[in-house]
């Protein structure tokens, strides 16, 4: 992908000057910290005269705090990373390799210090103070101009760090809290007291090599985060905000407080299932389908998909149906049609799956890792496809004393995620929420989920035919019979009749609704008769919301691009995903079709099923609980009394 043409070059020779100043920092500094405490606490090595040593001891205790400040022999990050391995002498290459990031993303950083304080005037300012020549009037200007140069240096540092070590994360994660550090004074200061809090992480959380990369990620991420919201009331910052750069050596482009990690798609270890591998389903598999292809249409330069803006795309849905029916086969062919399609593009795909695992016992836990998935696919550097399996159990209800904090943690990072203020769509990442049980999911939750895809696997004689088939294999000999094998799951016939299906409602709570509007008031041909049966369903069941009007012209806009993007488009690149985002917007608007009323009566009422079947089930757990307990009271009032006689 070419670089956007506003972009200015942050030449390469002007970074390789700052070598030398940048490898003398990791080397070691002074820095007795003003905003932070120290966690570590070392004690110089004993050793003879003449014979070198490095410190060993450090805690292994996170969050502890002592007295001291400062190490007794200053910050030595090229001591404290060489150290992680122990005594070896030769230097692991994950050390290597994180060392010389530093250096790097060091020598950027000061690179563009140099050009800001240019750009700015801030040089010659430098000069005069120095010189004791700076006018009294230009002092204030002058010190809000270190504070800029501070934060932008601070910044690049931290986005190069980051952009640099993603291509060699792992799956471990480090939780290491905010960044207190975080000096404005001048450049220099800036970035010892940076590098101080990072030796303080190293020591406590990089206790094994394994650790190292994932710790300082943590802090670099951290770190652009403190800065940009420090950022937000600083003055000056003009000349950094709206110039873009780019580092051309490693393709590391610079844009203001904006992250630019290297996106890294996750290695999948998962068994893909092929469409014609699920049976049944069809609309969910169809609607899945439908997903993969959008999400390709995403733009990485305008971090923006067509879908996006155009409405038809499906940013979160709920999959809802009994055990065994097909919903981990829906998210495995879901899943591998994206992986499929990633690779042929280039493009990075992550998935990523929140699951029972994720809920801790430790306060705020839950909530981190929730974050940490949401955050990991809303990634705009790549593809992603987050899945919350079983999320009756991931997620709790709001007010249910059964639910544990940490279920109520997610519960709140889920439901601001998906539809909170600061919630921005832009069409590159999907997440699906799955359930066998859909009543015990929280209501403000599940109405987040835009779409509804009912799983209920193989319903038809053609479909059970297929499913054992398929599943006994070819090591038999036994004859198929008078059958036409998968013909049943040809997906374009099969959805046009299950939409059909839906022009009438299924649900016997919606079916009385329907039956009263429509002899009430005729048939539903109108926008003011369709309104007036959505008051209906809303009188109906008071959780039938504005949400749910949204999500179901959410759901209706979608069926306007009830199209699938031709497979060449995705085997071909240069077809379609390698084009400009006005080329692809351009090709998805020929292809949309005009909303019609059979479509918004069938989304009126594939939605209100949904709400009704999990009314109904709500219900009826409730008062089979109901039912048992009164049993359990009789018998205990039963044994009572024969205790007493």
């Not at 009566?601 to 009314?615: G, H, K, L, M, T």
Request: proline share 4%.
């Amino acid at each position: 992908m070419s670089a956007p043409r506003d972009e200015m070059e942050l030449r390469e020779d002007a970074i390789r000057v700052h070598y030398a100043a940048a490898a003398a920092m990791l080397a070691g500094l002074d820095h007795a910290p003003r905003l932070a405490k120290a966690q570590v606490v070392e004690a110089p090595a004993e050793r003879s005269p003449g014979i070198g040593g490095r410190p060993r001891f450090r805690s292994t205790t996170p969050g502890l705090v002592t007295r001291t400040t400062a190490r007794p022999e200053g910050v030595r990050l090229i001591e404290r990373i060489e150290g992680i391995g122990g005594d070896d002498p030769i230097v692991a290459p994950v050390e290597a390799t994180v060392l010389q990031a530093l250096r790097r993303a060091l020598a950027v950083a000061l690179a563009l210090g140099e050009v800001f304080s240019g750009q700015t005037g801030l040089t010659e300012l430098k000069k005069a103070n120095l010189e004791n020549r700076l006018p009294e009037a230009r002092k204030s200007e002058f010190s809000e101009l270190l504070a800029a140069e501070a934060l932008a240096v601070l910044s690049v540092f931290a986005n190069a760090t980051a952009f640099l070590l993603a291509a060699h994360a792992s799956e471990d994660v480090v939780e290491i809290g905010a960044v207190e550090e975080v000096l404005t004074d001048n450049a220099q200061l800036a970035l010892h007291g940076a590098l101080w809090e990072l030796d303080q992480d190293i020591a406590v959380f990089a206790t094994e090599e394994p650790k190292l990369v994932a710790t300082v990620l943590a802090y670099a991420e951290q770190l652009m985060e403190k800065v940009k919201l420090r950022a937000v009331s600083a003055p000056r910052l003009e000349a950094f905000m709206q110039a873009n750069y780019r580092v051309a050596a490693d393709d590391f482009p610079i844009a203001g407080f904006e992250p630019a990690r290297k996106a890294r798609g996750s290695a999948l270890v998962m068994t893909f299932k092929k469409p014609n591998e699920v049976v049944g389903n069809h609309i969910a598999k169809y609607q899945a389908m439908r997903l993969a292809k959008m999400l390709m249409a995403y733009d990485f330069e305008r971090k923006l998909n067509p879908f996006a803006e155009m409405g038809g795309f499906i940013f979160t849905f709920m999959g809802d149906g009994k055990p065994g029916t097909g919903k981990t086969t829906l998210i495995q062919m879901m899943a591998g049609l994206l992986n499929d399609y990633c690779k042929v593009a280039g493009y990075p795909f992550r998935y990523q799956n929140l699951s029972i695992d994720n809920v801790d016992s430790y306060q705020g836990k839950s909530g981190q890792n929730a974050k940490a998935f949401i955050t990991s696919v809303m990634d705009p550097a790549a593809i992603g496809f987050g899945t919350v399996d079983d999320i009756d159990q991931v997620a709790g209800k709001r007010g249910d004393r059964q639910s544990s904090a940490g279920q109520q943690e997610i519960t709140a990072v889920l439901m601001e995620a998906f539809a909170g203020a600061n919630t921005v769509v832009r069409g590159n990442c999907t997440f699906g929420m799955f359930s066998n049980y859909p009543e015990n999911v929280d209501d403000a939750l599940r109405q987040r989920a835009g779409a509804r895809f009912l799983v209920d696997g193989p319903q038809t004689r053609e479909d059970y035919i297929d499913i054992l088939a398929l599943l006994l294999g070819k090591n038999h000999s036994i004859p198929l019979g008078d059958h036409e094998l998968y013909a049943a799951q040809e997906i374009t016939r099969a959805v046009a009749a299950s939409f059909e299906g839906h022009s009438v409602p299924h649900e016997d709570g919606l079916k009385a609704v329907w039956r009263e509007v429509e002899g009430r008031i005729g048939a539903l041909d109108t926008i003011a008769k369709l309104g007036a049966y959505l008051k209906a369903i809303q009188e109906a069941d008071e959780r039938f919301t504005g949400r749910a009007i949204k999500n179901i012209t959410d759901a209706v806009k979608v069926r306007a691009m009830d199209f699938e993007l031709p497979d060449a488009w995705m085997e071909e690149p240069e077809r379609f995903l390698f084009k400009s985002y006005d080329e692809k917007k351009a090709m998805i608007s020929e292809l949309r079709q005009p909303i019609t009323v059979e479509m918004v009566v069938q989304e009126i009422n594939r939605y209100a099923d949904s709400e009704f079947r999990y009314a109904d089930k709500s219900d009826e757990v409730a008062i089979e609980e109901a039912v048992r307990d009164m049993q359990r009271m009789e018998e205990a009032k039963r044994r009572y009394l024969e205790g007493k006689g």
